[in-house]
């Protein structure tokens, strides 16, 4: 017997529908089950436990701000609460927009003694341009990061000392528990010096951040090889470093801040080379210890004055000095800068920076004193954006 068409039909037919019940009843329920507890949230909302169990069906359901003022509410009343700190964090950082900004920074220097201690010891002008990119946004439900930078230096008169640099460094953005989260990269760099390719670098690193009470806090772990190029006196090798940085709001009053940055470095890079910039690693097998601290206070709505102290101690364990012991310098950098905040545009700066450079070595040979004088203009803006969206504002205004 021939059994008709529709018969087959019938049992997937029942299927779809009742997959499509379910689809609509679930929601149905989960709007239900909200509004239920909310009702008893209304009623008792000191009571943390109704609040987590709100938190997390409206997590569930999607309804993230809901959630986000559950677990706010349950921090307010129980601020040692565990999973209400770990959703809040979660939640912050589901609801977090996707970020991308690029800062390009144009300027000038005149250096005093950019040669250090090697001559001709004469004052130089220089040209300056970098532009940075930080860049974070979900990918599969995971937060991540991206940075990147290049960077150029030219001379007035000394062509061997022009500088090139390019890096960049990607890695997730995982949340360890309330208000720190762990970074972990990888990436590399490239450089160019004296008119021939300078290194190549390829590291790692694990960052954790963190905000408390409005304290900033962050601690960078960092691994690299690096490989020079055979024209420079000096070798590949590994290098290892720790640098942390606290910012202190409102230490200097209600318009100011105080940053402190202390770093810890081991360096195995045989031999030797002039350092072609200031923040450049320098090769060489030492050790090297050192902080900066700095302060910002705001004066007008139209300029933010600073001052900064940079201090470090690198001990050599190859580098002899004439008199046979291990070469130790000391390293003194005191400035100022004038910053005058969106002069031409709302996201245009114009800084100016003073720094006395002061190096005081157990060989003789290798002290030096250098003077700098910065001017910068700095621009960012949204990398998303086309130019002629990008905010705008007149001088001073907010």
Same mark, same amino acid.
């Given at each position: 017997?021939?059994?008709?068409?529709?018969?087959?039909?019938?049992?997937?037919?029942?299927?779809?529908?009742?997959?499509?019940?379910?689809?609509?009843?679930?929601?149905?329920?989960?709007?239900?089950?909200?509004?239920?507890?909310?009702?008893?949230?209304?009623?008792?909302?000191?009571?943390?436990?109704?609040?987590?169990?709100?938190?997390?069906?409206?997590?569930?359901?999607?309804?993230?701000?809901?959630?986000?003022?559950?677990?706010?509410?349950?921090?307010?009343?129980?601020?040692?609460?565990?999973?209400?700190?770990?959703?809040?964090?979660?939640?912050?950082?589901?609801?977090?927009?996707?970020?991308?900004?690029?800062?390009?920074?144009?300027?000038?220097?005149?250096?005093?003694?950019?040669?250090?201690?090697? !001559?001709?010891?004469?004052?130089?002008?220089? !040209?300056?341009?970098?532009?940075?990119?930080?860049?974070?946004?979900?990918?599969?439900?995971?937060?991540?990061?991206?940075?990147?930078?290049?960077?150029?230096?030219?001379?007035?008169?000394?062509?061997?000392?022009?500088?090139?640099?390019?890096?960049?460094?990607?890695?997730?953005?995982?949340?360890?528990?309330?208000?720190?989260?762990?970074?972990?990269?990888? !990436?590399?760099?490239?450089?160019?010096?004296?008119?021939?390719?300078?290194?190549?670098?390829?590291?790692?690193?694990?960052?954790?951040?963190?905000?408390?009470?409005?304290?900033?806090?962050?601690?960078?772990?960092?691994?690299?090889?690096?490989?020079?190029?055979?024209?420079?006196?000096?070798?590949?090798?590994?290098?290892?470093?720790?640098?942390?940085? *606290?910012?202190?709001?409102?230490?200097?009053?209600?318009?100011?801040?105080?940053?402190?940055?202390?770093?810890?470095?081991?360096?195995?890079?045989?031999?030797?080379?002039?350092?072609?910039?200031?923040?450049?690693?320098?090769?060489?097998?030492?050790?090297?210890?050192?902080?900066?601290?700095?302060?910002?206070?705001?004066?007008?709505?139209?300029?933010?004055?600073?001052?900064?102290?940079?201090?470090?101690?690198?001990?050599?364990?190859?580098?002899?000095?004439?008199?046979?012991?291990?070469?130790?310098?000391? *390293?003194?950098?005191?400035?100022?800068?004038?910053?005058?905040?969106?002069?031409?545009?709302?996201?245009?700066?114009?800084? *100016?920076?003073?720094?006395?450079?002061?190096?005081?070595?157990?060989?003789?040979?290798?002290?030096?004193?250098?003077?700098?004088?910065?001017?910068?203009?700095?621009?960012?803006?949204?990398?998303?954006?086309?130019?002629?969206?990008?905010?705008?504002?007149?001088?001073?205004?907010?």
């Amino acid at each position: 017997m021939r059994v008709p068409v529709w018969c087959h039909l019938v049992p997937s037919l029942a299927a779809s529908v009742f997959l499509l019940a379910l689809l609509i009843v679930s929601p149905a329920r989960a709007s239900n089950q909200l509004d239920s507890l909310y009702s008893q949230v209304l009623k008792h909302p000191e009571d943390s436990q109704l609040n987590l169990n709100f938190a997390r069906a409206a997590e569930a359901a999607g309804v993230l701000r809901w959630a986000l003022s559950a677990y706010e509410r349950v921090t307010v009343n129980d601020p040692s609460n565990a999973e209400a700190q770990a959703g809040l964090q979660r939640v912050r950082r589901k609801l977090q927009p996707d970020y991308s900004q690029v800062t390009v920074e144009l300027g000038s220097t005149v250096e005093s003694n950019p040669r250090y201690y090697l !001559g001709p010891r004469r004052t130089e002008v220089e !040209g300056l341009a970098s532009a940075s990119l930080r860049d974070e946004r979900a990918i599969n439900g995971l937060r991540w990061r991206t940075t990147g930078a290049v960077a150029g230096q030219i001379y007035s008169q000394s062509g061997d000392l022009g500088y090139g640099y390019a890096g960049l460094y990607t890695g997730p953005v995982l949340d360890l528990f309330s208000g720190v989260s762990m970074v972990p990269a990888v !990436g590399g760099a490239a450089t160019y010096y004296d008119q021939h390719f300078y290194y190549g670098e390829g590291a790692v690193s694990t960052t954790f951040e963190g905000a408390s009470q409005g304290l900033y806090q962050s601690l960078q772990l960092k691994a690299a090889y690096r490989s020079y190029n055979d024209f420079f006196p000096s070798a590949d090798g590994f290098y290892t470093e720790a640098r942390a940085r *606290f910012a202190f709001p409102n230490a200097l009053g209600n318009s100011g801040v105080v940053i402190l940055s202390p770093w810890v470095l081991y360096s195995d890079l045989a031999g030797s080379a002039i350092s072609p910039a200031l923040t450049e690693l320098a090769p060489g097998a030492y050790v090297e210890a050192g902080s900066k601290i700095e302060g910002y206070r705001r004066i007008t709505d139209w300029l933010i004055a600073g001052a900064s102290l940079l201090y470090s101690r690198r001990a050599y364990r190859d580098d002899v000095t004439p008199t046979g012991d291990k070469r130790a310098d000391n *390293f003194l950098v005191p400035g100022v800068t004038l910053l005058f905040p969106h002069l031409l545009s709302y996201q245009t700066d114009l800084r *100016f920076d003073y720094k006395y450079l002061w190096n005081n070595s157990n060989d003789p040979t290798k002290s030096f004193t250098d003077h700098l004088v910065t001017a910068t203009l700095i621009f960012r803006f949204d990398p998303r954006q086309p130019f002629w969206a990008q905010p705008v504002s007149l001088p001073g205004a907010r």
